[in-house]
């Protein structure tokens, strides 16, 4: 296999996770120039030096070998290649955003599912669609703290990075779930958990700002409240590598709902 130069728009991170080979990883998934997905791993985001960290949304050019992984859009990157090259602003209900995105949409988690069933080893195992409805997001209390092994993976210093975060990767006491249907007869419904960066970020940043008492109310209005009924919520979905059948939602995409008169998206 051989490394190649590849530039990638990038549309999922997810919050981190003790990983027995590099202390922490999280998903990392993209769209090609050519209009594929691609996954990219390892990335141990904290430790990329500050001009590697790349935000969402971002076109990043970076060092690529395919992985030895089954899932076909997975490449391994050498972290330090990573060139960020610009970003797509959020203008017009992430107009820009959607050229990039919508080619790859699909009608809704079962018909991925179905594709993914029937195409074996060569389907994605990344997708993206809008759930017609979201019918609640739930909060489930899970362990408050890392198990002794995960702290052991966590204190590693094994990626030979000269930027070491400052603090161990807080564990969140939560997971996050959208529970919703997909406009077929034969759905009996889903409630995938949720590992976007953004919505565990959200919930350290405000429990911070707004105390124990008052962070919970804030982080229902938006990820609740507002992501169900004010934004055009859609979801990224992708398998994890060790349960290659469960779907879970890995970036959540929420462009304020197009405004009435709004040029349609051309193809
Ligand atoms: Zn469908
Ligand atoms: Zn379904």
């Given at each position: 296999?051989?490394?190649?130069r ?13 990983a027995?080979k ?9 769209i090609t120039?050519?209009?594929?997905w691609i996954?990219?791993?390892p ?16 076109w990043i050019?970076?060092?690529v ?8 859009e997975?490449?391994?990157l ?5 060139q960020?090259v610009s ?8 107009r820009?955003r959607?050229?990039?995105i919508?080619?790859?949409m ?15 080893n060569s ?14 997001f739930?909060m ?5 703290d890392?198990?002794?092994?995960e702290?052991?993976i966590?204190?590693?210093q094994?990626f030979?990075?000269t930027?070491?975060?400052?603090r161990?990767l ?10 919703f249907?997909c ?21 350290r ?16 209005q938006?990820?609740?409240?507002e ?10 979905v ?7 059948q ?10 304020m709902?197009?405004?009435q ?7």
């Amino acid at each position: 296999m051989a490394w190649e130069r590849k530039r990638v728009f990038i549309v999922v991170k997810t919050y981190p996770t003790p990983a027995t080979k590099g202390t922490e990883v999280s998903c990392t998934a993209g769209i090609t120039e050519e209009g594929s997905w691609i996954r990219l791993f390892p990335v141990p985001f904290r430790f990329l030096d500050e001009d590697k960290q790349f935000p969402r949304y971002s076109w990043i050019d970076v060092t690529v070998e395919r992985a030895s992984d089954f899932r076909p859009e997975s490449y391994k990157l050498n972290p330090d290649s990573i060139q960020i090259v610009s970003s797509v602003p959020t203008d017009k209900a992430w107009r820009d955003r959607k050229k990039i995105i919508y080619p790859l949409m699909r009608h809704c988690l079962c018909c991925i599912k179905r594709e993914h069933e029937a195409g074996g080893n060569s389907a994605p195992t990344l997708g993206f669609f809008k759930p017609p409805s979201i019918r609640r997001f739930r909060m489930k209390s899970c362990a408050a703290d890392w198990t002794q092994t995960e702290k052991m993976i966590l204190s590693q210093q094994t990626f030979g990075f000269t930027n070491t975060p400052d603090r161990i990767l807080e564990k969140v006491p939560f997971d996050f779930h959208y529970e919703f249907r997909c406009p077929h007869a034969s759905c009996t419904g889903h409630a995938p958990k949720c590992s976007d960066w953004e919505i565990f970020q959200a919930y350290r940043k405000w429990r911070a700002k707004y105390g124990e008492a008052h962070w919970r109310a804030k982080f229902e209005q938006r990820f609740a409240d507002e992501m169900i009924h004010k934004f055009d919520t859609h979801f990224f979905v992708g398998t994890l590598k060790a349960h290659p059948q469960e779907w879970t939602i890995v970036g959540l995409f929420w462009p304020m709902l197009a405004i009435q008169g709004d040029l349609p998206l051309g193809q």
